[in-house]
């Protein structure tokens, strides 16, 4: 035979053991699947245990960091929403408090700023007042002259958006040495410093303490989930003993043997992961509208689950879901593994 015919032969003969190896790994990989469904499914009380467990754990996860985005954007747009009102004596003209205006911008800390004059809150105030006819009557009655009285008694205001709303010294600085400052603001009026200033920072210890609260939480319920499968598995393992020590007799490799339990880890671990979600966007939709009520933000996290993005939330607690169960069950069949090794 030539060595043309001879390598041709071999060749083909690779082929066909390649072929051979692909089509055992793929019936074998199928086996793995179907075993561990059915193991699942005979072991459903046990399984439901460590699924519900895990559940807990996820939604847990789940509510530890809406809680602290939901939390910290709500502290953040309270801060945005933050101005510093300058009040200057009434009848202050437009061109000094533009001048004020003009000091105030060139703080650093200083974002933007506006200003009214006396006639301009005035205005200001029959528009927050529009609904109450009586008082809006009143003062457009010509023979009382109220707007002359109202004008005489508003002050003009300087309205200040700064970028950090906990360091203002520059603006006390300004106002306290600035001798536009001292001889036109209203001595009557303190400039509001601290408005909202405890309510932003009782949102932004609740966020630490959602954060860190959870975290623990989170960390206790893994555990739990971990030994609750981990002791699952095992008493898998435990039951069908003989069934694995006649597949080790006939030749199963550690990884057929393993795959099963595996496969059920991961299956109640995908169960798990859309239970939760679906525990987690139900709660959310119910607490939304009431959580919007009280000026909590929940307009990024109400955003998501409203887009295309969903599905990554979806996928996430699956695929951590399937991790824990996997972890898990790694370690249970390790343990069996080696103790009957010895």
């Known amino acids: 035979m030539s060595d043309s015919a001879q390598k041709k032969i071999t060749k083909k003969h690779l082929k066909t053991l390649t072929k051979n190896g692909r089509t055992k790994k793929l019936r074998n990989a199928s086996r793995v699947v179907k075993y561990g469904t059915i193991n699942f499914g005979r072991n459903i009380w046990l399984s439901t ?28 747009a309270m801060r945005d929403r933050i101005d510093i009102t300058l009040f200057f004596k009434p009848g202050t003209g437009l061109e000094v408090l533009n001048e004020a205006k003009d000091a105030a911008l060139a703080l650093e800390n200083v974002k933007s700023a506006e200003v009214r004059t006396s006639e301009e809150e005035y205005e200001n105030f029959l528009k927050e007042n529009a609904d109450n006819s009586l008082l809006i009557e009143t003062l457009e009655d010509p023979d009382m002259d109220m707007r002359s009285t109202m004008i005489s008694t508003m002050q003009g205001t300087l309205r200040l958006k700064v970028h950090d709303p906990d360091n203002l010294d520059s603006i006390k600085t300004l106002v306290a040495s600035n001798i536009l400052f001292v001889k036109n603001l209203d001595p009557n009026e303190e400039p509001t410093y601290d408005v909202n200033r405890n309510e932003i920072a009782t949102i932004t210890r609740w966020a630490r303490i959602a954060k860190t609260g959870g975290l623990i939480l989170s960390v206790v319920f893994l555990v739990i989930s971990v030994l609750v499968i981990f002791n699952t598995i095992r008493m898998a393992i435990f039951s069908r003993r003989e069934e694995i020590y006649m597949m080790k007799l006939v030749g199963a490799d550690r990884a057929f043997i393993r795959g099963p339990f595996l496969v059920e880890a991961q299956l109640s671990g995908v169960v798990s992961g859309l239970l939760s979600f679906g525990l987690f966007y139900g709660g959310f939709r119910f607490l939304e509208p009431r959580l919007s009520r009280y000026g909590i933000n929940v307009a990024t996290i109400s955003d998501i689950l409203d887009s295309n993005r969903i599905i990554y939330i979806v996928l996430a607690m699956v695929l951590a879901g399937m991790l824990i169960g996997t972890l898990s069950a790694r370690l249970a069949v390790h343990k069996y593994m080696r103790n009957t090794a010895k």
């Open 49 to 76: 245990a460590a699924t519900l467990v895990m559940t807990l754990t996820l939604i847990v996860l789940s509510v530890t960091l809406v809680a602290t985005v939901v939390l910290s954007e709500t502290a953040d």
